[in-house]
Each structure stands twice: as structure tokens, then as C-alpha cells.
């Protein structure tokens, strides 16, 4: 059974009043930023931060405390907040910034206190319309409230906070990508070295990007202390994270749960949760993490939702997405349109991730309407490891960005996992499941 | 008529003080204009490429990278039906089949009325509201076709003009705020407050390094 859930969060989510500077103030609201530079120095918040082994929940996991430690010394350092959600099946951004958008600025602003920013811009995704004006609103607010500005609550740190909009491109979900989109031009990533914006970041300065859900977490943690958070979770997962359950599940939705202590198995089933599968369906095949991620199997019901624990069975926690499949899906039509994602999204520097993705795309959906040859597995996996040498995971690097090497993945573990419905798509001459 | 109007004009000024190299602004002119005239006229790069200090080309080179930036003219209401995974597995698909039937339009289309365009979306981040879409970028879901039928006759009708501004309307919420600090006062500021940080850290180490030495 999983855990009653403790909520840090999401805690304020379901209340239609904490979307205001009074409803969010009653909720306990700013007590957070307050402490942070009425009573701490910088560096007590960036040890807090440390201590607590916040990984990041963007995606890739980085612990944020060490990411704030790589930080160029520097007199002009900038935070940019990473709100450019659009990994497929991702949706728990989305829900923070609309449902809770003074607790996001309450942690972009104890981030830019804890690394001394001169400027904090908040990059949120462009179709996120109603999330804008919610976080917009906010800003005005904590503006009129002295949280941020001139010497903020009275104290003598100063800072500004700017609210930018994403114009709909996946590739700037990737950190230097989207300080190129901040800087007003197309979102291509940025050649590495260096590997890190903490090092030449936004205007060539030293700039941290941190996720949205990272920094919601500050707020708690500066209130609360390192040690409360991580008494939750196991491992190098502490604290919660924030699930984003989809597909054919009962009960689609997003779900705050401890880290590091339930099961795939408890969040699609559980009647708290995901509510289990519709009546007379089994569990074909879950996508966690985003679909850059190999998938898992019914027999991996059991693995524990932590970072560590899901990579051990080699696919990724990732963004912290579960996509549900039942027996009612064809594999080969799902596989296909997350080659059609990569291959739309791909910003088009790299050849391999350009043409690759391309061309896996077509051949995907020859086989998928009955057009597909038997060879056209080995080519299909012929083009995978074009792109990853090996198709190993995780990925090699061949691009100038991990969105070409995710390509690979659903593809490749696909046909890996359901060879027969492949074959059964080439022999029939079409889809089984039309 | 495409140029910024007066009014437009002073909010792109605003925009442009918020950022400390003006090129940033770009993106949010851009949506500046679409919220004037529904899509980017090759007058209105041109001018934000004024503004910002760049060319027009390169205005152009952004705006042609960005789905929700359009150079040719669109319907008053842009309909992103979303067919990625999750929709998918909840008939997405359908859903966008539907849409093409109701609206007379293939996909990527616009209605000879000019009132609708119809798009074929990536994950637009609703999934637990599969299938799902976007009008405008404002969310509804999850839609049969008899609710996008609906859905689509009350926006022909003007039922739902307070939910969905015309498309170009990005935030019906303005920023209230000039920049409060000019970022010159920040970085003396902050050389001052480091200054002080790698006092307090040197002293912290010289106590550890005695206790360790004891």
C-alpha cells in the first residue's frame, strides 16, 4: 500500500483562493523567503539546499545544490527558470504554475537570493496562457508586497523578477537552448563545452536554470529545514515528486508522492491514485520518465518510483511522467508517433538527429500502414544505431543535444518487446489493432 | 496599419526595458503584434527588428523556428487538437478527424470565414484531460465530438469571448512593474555582498581548521 501522501508541493493545489497574494499569504505564503533574507546569509541557503539533496525534477536529476556550487564567480550572474514544459505526457509544471504561481515565485526567489542573481526571468512555455497570466498576477503582487525589488521585506537585498514567454518549440526545454530563446533568436542548443550555463550562460554570464518544481520546493525547505526533507524518500531521492500519470488509466492526473517509497504498481492502481485499468483491460507496457525513455513491462510493476531504482532497471525517472498502455493499444502505432514528436521537434543542426529522426519516422509509418517490409526491423535499428552507436543506454552522445539520442529508445525497445506485432503489421499488410 | 499603434507602441517599449540586452524582447514583441493584428505582417518584423537592434531577416529566422508565431494570417481562433501519446491512447486522432469534418478544413487549414484554423498539436501538457486541445492556447478537454461540436459552435456565437481572446492575445494580465533596480546598483551590490560572503566563509574555515588543529 503507498503511503498517505505528504504534500509540499502541491499542498495549496486544490485551493481556488491560493492563486492570489491573500489566499497563497493564508496559506502561509512567503514565510519561506522571508526567513531566507531576513535570517540567513546566501551561503546557509545554498547549504540548506545541499543538504536536503534536492535533485533536480526537470528531468535529468542533477542535484541543485551542486549545480548552484558550479556557479562561475562572477559580478553579473542571472536565473533563469526552466517553465518550458513539453515533454510529451509531462503535465506537473502546468498544474504548479496554475494552481500555485506565488509559490514558484517564492522559490525563484530564494534561488536568486541563495546564488546572489542580479536578475531572475521566469521562461514559461508559450501555451501555457492561463499559467502566464496566473504567474503574472503573482508578480504584480509580490511587487506591491516589497517581495520583490528594492530591499525586499526590508532587508538589504534587491533583485528584479521577470516573466518571459516560450513561442512553442520542445528543443527549448533544453537549458541552452533556451537561453538562446531568451536572447531572442532560434532555439538551437548551444555547442559543449562548456557544459554548463553556470559557467557562460545567458549574455555569456554565469546563470543557473533551474526547473519549476525544483524551485517549488524551496520555499518548504527554507521553512522547514534540510533534515525535514530528507527524512522523506530513500537514497539519493529525497523529499516528494510530483508524478504526472496518463494514458488508460482510470484515474489520469498528477500525484505528489515521497520519493523512493511506492511502485509503479501503487500509483496505476491504487483507487487513491491511477485507480487501476478500465474494466477487462491488462497492462501492456508503461512509458516512465518522458518519451526519451526505454519502457517497462507489466513484470516491472514493482519497481520503486525513486531515481536510482528506475534506472537500475535501465530506462529513467526522468521528468516524472507515466504513461499507461493496455492491451487495446498497438505498440507499433505508439512507438511511431513519438518517432513523429522527435522527428517534428528536432531543431535540425545535427545529422543525425535531422535525418535520422526523419527517416525512422517514415519507415514507422510504412510498417504501421501496412506497407512495412520484414527487412525494415534491421533498418530500422540500422538508423537507431546511426544515431547511438550501439543503441546503448544511456545514450552515447552523438549530437549537440540528447534530443537525437532519445530517438532511439521507444523505437529500438519496441521492437525489442513486441517483435511479433511488428511482424504481424508487415505480414497482414496493416494495422491488427484498425 | 501592421506597425505597433501608439498604445501597442508604449507596451513595447516596456517590454524592451525589461531586459538587459534588447534582442530578448523579440519574442514578446512578436506576441505583442500578433495580439494587434492575429499574425506577424512582414511591416511589423521589420519594425520589431528596429526595436530590438537587429534585422529583419533574423526576426523573421525566430519567428519562423516558433509554432505559435505565424507569418501568414490566421483564423480569430487558432484550434490546436493535441495528437501525441497520451491524446493518442484517448483519440486524439479521432478527435482531430472529427475536427477536419466539423470545420471543413483540412488540417493546417483556416475557414474561408476566417474564424477558424486548425492545428495538429504536439503534447500541450493536458494530458489528464486526453483528448484534449487548445483554442487559442486556453485548454478544454477531454472532448468528444459532440463537445467539439459545441465548443465550436459557442465560439462562432461569441458564448466563450471572455474565456478565449481573439488568437494573439497571449496574457490578458500586464505587467505592472518597471525594472526596480537598474542592474548597475545590483552589481555594485553584489561585488559588495560577496565581498562580505568570502569574509564570513575565510572566517568559518580559519574556526575549522583551529578546531581541527585542537
Not at chain 1, 151 to 176: M, N, Q, R, W
Not at chain 2, 84 to 91: E, V
Request: aromatic fraction near 8%.
Amino acid at each position: 500500500m503507498p503511503l498517505p501522501p505528504l504534500k509540499i508541493v502541491s499542498a495549496r493545489a486544490n485551493d481556488p483562493k491560493n492563486v492570489t497574494l491573500e489566499g497563497y499569504l493564508a496559506n502561509g505564503g512567503y514565510q519561506g523567503l522571508k526567513r531566507a533574507v531576513l535570517e540567513m546569509n546566501p551561503e546557509d541557503v545554498r547549504d540548506q539546499v545541499m543538504q536536503a539533496s534536492l535533485l533536480g525534477r526537470g528531468g535529468a536529476g542533477f542535484e541543485a545544490g551542486r549545480k548552484w556550487s558550479m556557479l562561475k564567480k562572477s559580478d553579473i550572474r542571472y536565473l533563469v527558470i526552466n517553465g518550458d514544459e513539453s515533454e510529451p505526457a509531462t503535465f506537473k509544471d502546468h498544474m504548479l504554475v496554475e494552481s500555485d504561481p506565488h509559490q514558484l515565485v517564492e522559490g525563484a526567489l530564494i534561488a536568486g537570493y541563495a546564488i546572489g542573481a542580479a536578475r531572475v526571468f521566469i521562461f514559461l512555455r508559450g501555451e501555457f496562457a492561463l499559467g502566464f497570466e496566473r504567474v503574472q498576477n503573482a508578480i504584480n503582487e509580490a511587487y506591491d508586497y516589497g517581495a520583490i525589488g528594492r530591499d525586499i521585506f526590508g532587508s538589504k537585498f534587491s533583485i528584479d523578477l521577470v516573466l518571459h514567454p516560450g513561442a512553442g518549440a520542445y528543443i527549448c526545454g533544453e537549458e541552452t537552448s533556451l537561453l538562446e530563446s531568451l536572447e531572442g533568436k532560434r532555439g538551437f542548443p548551444r555547442i559543449k563545452p562548456p557544459y554548463f550555463p553556470a559557467v557562460i550562460g545567458l549574455y555569456g554570464k554565469p546563470t543557473i536554470v533551474n526547473n519549476v518544481e525544483t524551485v517549488a520546493n524551496l520555499p518548504w525547505i527554507v521553512k522547514n529545514g534540510a533534515s525535514s526533507f530528507t527524512d522523506l524518500g530513500a537514497g539519493r531521492s529525497r523529499g516528494t515528486r510530483m508524478f504526472a500519470l496518463s494514458g488508460q488509466v482510470n484515474r489520469p492526473g498528477t500525484y505528489e508522492l515521497e520519493m523512493a517509497k511506492n511502485t509503479f504498481r501503487d500509483i496505476i492502481f491504487d483507487p487513491e491514485f491511477g485507480g487501476g485499468l478500465r474494466p477487462g483491460r491488462s497492462l501492456k507496457a508503461i512509458i516512465p520518465g518522458g518519451v526519451s525513455a526505454p519502457w517497462l513491462g507489466p513484470d516491472q510493476l514493482d519497481v520503486v518510483l525513486g531515481q536510482d531504482e528506475v534506472a537500475a532497471v535501465g530506462s529513467m525517472l526522468g521528468s516524472g511522467s507515466i504513461i499507461v498502455m493496455d492491451d487495446s493499444t498497438c505498440m507499433v502505432k505508439a512507438a511511431w508517433r513519438i518517432s513523429k514528436f522527435f522527428a517534428r521537434e528536432s531543431c535540425g543542426q545535427c545529422t543525425p538527429c535531422r535525418e535520422g529522426g526523419s527517416w525512422i519516422e517514415k519507415v514507422m509509418n510504412r510498417i504501421e500502414s501496412g506497407a512495412g517490409r520484414e527487412e525494415d526491423l534491421d533498418l530500422l535499428m540500422d538508423l537507431c544505431d546511426n544515431i547511438v552507436p550501439g543503441v546503448s543506454w544511456p545514450p552515447q552522445q552523438t549530437t549537440i543535444c540528447v534530443l537525437g539520442p532519445s530517438i532511439p529508445s521507444s523505437v529500438a525497445v519496441s521492437i525489442k518487446m513486441f517483435r511479433d506485432e511488428y511482424l504481424t503489421h508487415i505480414k497482414e499488410g496493416g494495422c491488427p489493432y484498425d | 496599419m501592421s506597425r505597433f499603434t501608439k498604445e501597442m507602441e508604449t507596451r513595447a517599449y516596456e517590454l524592451l526595458a525589461l531586459y538587459p540586452e534588447k534582442r530578448s524582447a523579440t519574442i514578446p514583441l512578436c506576441h505583442l503584434a500578433q495580439e494587434q493584428n492575429g499574425y506577424l505582417t512582414e511591416e511589423s518584423m521589420v519594425q520589431i527588428a528596429d526595436l530590438v537592434g537587429t534585422t529583419p531577416a533574423e526576426v523573421l529566422g525566430a519567428a519562423s523556428f516558433y509554432d505559435m508565431l505565424h507569418t501568414e494570417p490566421v483564423g480569430k481562433y487558432v484550434v490546436g487538437v493535441c495528437t501525441n501519446i497520451a491524446c493518442l491512447l484517448q483519440g486524439g486522432e479521432e478527435l482531430l478527424g472529427h475536427a477536419e469534418e466539423k470545420l471543413g478544413i483540412a488540417t493546417g487549414a483556416t475557414t474561408d470565414d476566417g474564424m477558424f484554423t486548425l492545428e495538429d498539436m504536439e503534447c500541450i501538457a493536458h494530458c489528464d484531460h486526453a483528448p484534449a486541445l487548445q483554442v487559442n492556447y486556453r485548454f478544454f478537454g477531454p472532448l468528444t465530438n459532440d463537445g467539439f461540436d459545441t465548443l465550436v459552435d459557442d465560439l462562432s456565437a461569441g458564448k466563450l469571448e471572455s474565456e478565449v481572446p481573439p488568437h494573439g492575445t497571449l496574457s490578458r494580465v500586464q505587467r505592472k512593474h518597471p525594472i526596480a533596480v537598474p542592474l548597475e546598483e545590483i552589481v555594485r551590490h553584489r561585488r559588495d555582498s560577496d565581498a562580505k560572503e568570502g569574509e564570513r566563509l575565510a572566517a568559518k574555515a580559519a574556526a575549522e581548521a583551529k578546531e581541527g588543529s585542537n
